[in-house]
T-cell receptor, first 111, second 113 residues
Framework: AQSVTQLGSHVSVSEGALVLLRCNYS??????LFWYVQYPNQGLQLLLK??????LVKGINGFEAEFKKSETSFHLTKPSAHMSDAAEYFC?????????FGAGTRLTVKP | GAGVSQSPRYKVAKRGQDVALRCDPI?????LFWYQQALGQGPEFLTY????????KSGLPSDRFFAERPEGSVSTLKIQRTQQEDSAVYLC???????????FGSGTRLTVV
């Protein structure tokens, strides 16, 4: 069985500050890992994905994540937060057949 | 189509009423998934199709929930005798291959009153 745990249901940063959203996974097979963003009343948009290629993955809107097998982590980072980054972020893991999501982290960006 | 389309966008149902939620996946996507997202929660897996075959329905919360994809394209999620706890956003996603991730629709927000 596969699962992800997102540490921190709410994260607040100032505009221009580093964004760090934490995700740890559990999987019995080499995982595929994803980060999605959800804006209010919208569906989920793929930010980036890890599919067993490079461990440092770059996504849209300046986000990136690093797959660390030894730590079973896939944390999401962005060097400088923008007001438009305020949203709900979901980490997800797949064993190729289906995808399971974490509970989400709500990112607030203060001016 | 260009994206995953779900209808209706919003549905209000009286308790005990049956509802049907529709998903039009991206053309050519063989895999289709349904998720339930309660307020303030992450999406919870309901069921998964590969073409017309329902390969996993372990996430369906009760026998009141039924999903079908008879021709391997459009899918319908049916909820019989709706209850208040069924109130949630129902998300549909489709995928060509896991290497590309899933593409989600905007969801159907079901409110049972």
């Amino acid at each position: 069985a596969q699962s992800v745990t997102q540490l921190g249901s709410h994260v607040s940063v100032s505009e221009g500050a580093l964004v760090l959203l934490r995700c740890n996974y559990s999987s019995s097979v080499p995982p595929y890992l994803f980060w999605y963003v959800q804006y209010p009343n919208q569906g989920l948009q793929l930010l980036l994905k890890y599919t067993s290629a490079a461990t440092l993955v770059k996504g849209i809107n300046g986000f990136e994540a690093e797959f660390k097998k030894s730590e079973t982590s896939f944390h999401l980072t962005k060097p400088s937060a923008h007001m438009s980054d305020a949203a709900e972020y979901f980490c997800a893991v797949s064993d190729r057949d289906d995808m399971r999501f974490g509970a989400g982290t709500r990112l607030t960006v203060k001016p | 189509g260009a994206g995953v389309s779900q209808s209706p966008r919003y549905k209000v149902a009286k308790r005990g009423q049956d509802v049907a939620l529709r998903c039009d996946p991206i053309s050519g996507h063989v895999s289709l998934f349904w998720y339930q997202q309660a307020l303030g929660q992450g999406p919870e897996f309901l069921t998964y199709f590969q073409n017309e075959a329902q390969l996993d329905k372990s996430g369906l919360p009760s026998d009141r929930f039924f999903a079908e994809r008879p021709e391997g394209s459009v899918s319908t999620l049916k909820i019989q005798r709706t209850q208040q706890e069924d109130s949630a956003v129902y998300l549909c996603a489709s995928s060509l291959d896991i290497n590309y991730g899933y593409t989600f629709g905007s969801g159907t927000r079901l409110t049972v009153v």
